[in-house]
């Protein structure tokens, strides 16, 4: 009797840490987890094959969690100490440690291991801060380079008079130049002094894009604007911008308007050019270059000095 009762503790006890926490944990890893208790001392220490066990049960210490717990939870425990925590969660998540069956070194640094290299480290972290990072402040701030060079802009006064009812001229802006730019990057302006203070009216005599041959047709589209700070000889500009089926302003072409502005009453509304900063009453025959009139390229100053 004393001898089939030994048998049945051995068998009992042998039981225990192999099928029941072993399959425990395989199956249910958390439940086996939660045999991380089971993990504490009882079954992971006392077993038998306590060596592995105590080794794993280092597993309490969450090595032998990466290690036990890594493949314990074959599909449950291991898989899940190690996303969620990394190694040194999976490794507390000794949900596995309890499992002597996860014990065995294979399954721990195979799971726990490479799953938490995985998923804590360099992936979620790295690549992430370097693209939301750098570039686009970078590119915002670029700075403006020299424009093209050979432009100039001829100028002829219609209206010399001052003070004057109008303020009258045609503009030339030829490319004598090598490069093409295009023709709604470039602007006209016109510097003034604004006595009469009221919305302007402003009439389009004529315009064009004179190219070798032809004349082509161009749509001039005139804005005043206050000129900060303000001059002796300027507190406004006239600036004209331009478009056309005609799109790029090639050498030995040029951009030709003749132009007049005044206010709404021209008999009382009038203007005293001879503090206009682009008037010159002396250029009014063949219309001739003047620097007191200024050619952009976008922002770009590339004939012309501003007052």
């Known amino acids: 009797m004393l001898a089939f009762l030994a048998i049945a503790c051995a068998a009992e006890g042998t039981q225990d840490p192999l099928n029941t926490g072993g399959a425990g944990g395989v199956t249910h ?13 009882g079954s992971g220490g006392s077993l038998a094959n306590g060596g592995s066990g105590n080794s794993s049960s280092g597993g309490t210490i969450g090595t032998s969690g990466s290690n036990s717990g890594g493949h314990a939870g074959v599909a449950s425990g291991g898989t899940a100490g190690s996303a969620s925590g990394g190694s040194s969660s999976g490794g507390s998540g000794g949900k596995g440690g309890s499992s002597s ?31 939301s990072g750098g570039s686009p402040n970078g590119g915002s701030g670029g700075s403006v380079g020299p424009g093209p060079t050979g432009f100039v802009v001829s100028y002829k006064c219609n209206d010399v008079s001052t003070p004057a009812a109008y303020i009258g001229f045609e503009l030339h802006a030829i490319n004598n130049g090598t490069a093409t730019v295009n023709v709604s990057d470039l602007k006209i302006r016109y510097y003034f002094t604004d006595e009469v203070k009221k919305q302007f009216q402003m009439m389009l005599n004529w315009s064009h894009i004179a190219i070798p041959g032809q004349d082509v047709g161009l749509t001039v589209t005139g804005t005043v604007s206050a000129l900060t700070p303000a001059k002796s000889t300027a507190d406004s500009y006239l600036e004209f911008a331009f478009s056309s089926g005609h799109t790029a302003l090639a050498p030995a072409e040029s951009i ?27 250029k009014n025959g063949a219309p001739v270059n ?3 009139v200024v050619l952009l390229d976008g922002t770009k100053v590339i004939f012309g000095t501003p007052p």
């Open 29 to 41: 890893g958390g439940s086996g987890g939660g045999g991380g208790s089971g993990g504490i001392p």
């Open 101 to 131: 069956v996860g014990g065995s070194p294979a399954g721990g640094s195979s799971s726990g291991g490479s799953g938490g290299t995985a998923t804590g480290g360099s992936n979620s972290g790295g690549t992430a801060g370097t693209t």
């Open 256 to 282: 030709d308007l003749s132009w007049q502005m005044n206010g709404p009453t021209p008999a009382s509304d009038t203007y005293n050019q001879s503090n206009d900063y682009s008037f010159d009453a002396s």
């Open 290 to 292: 003047w620097d007191h």
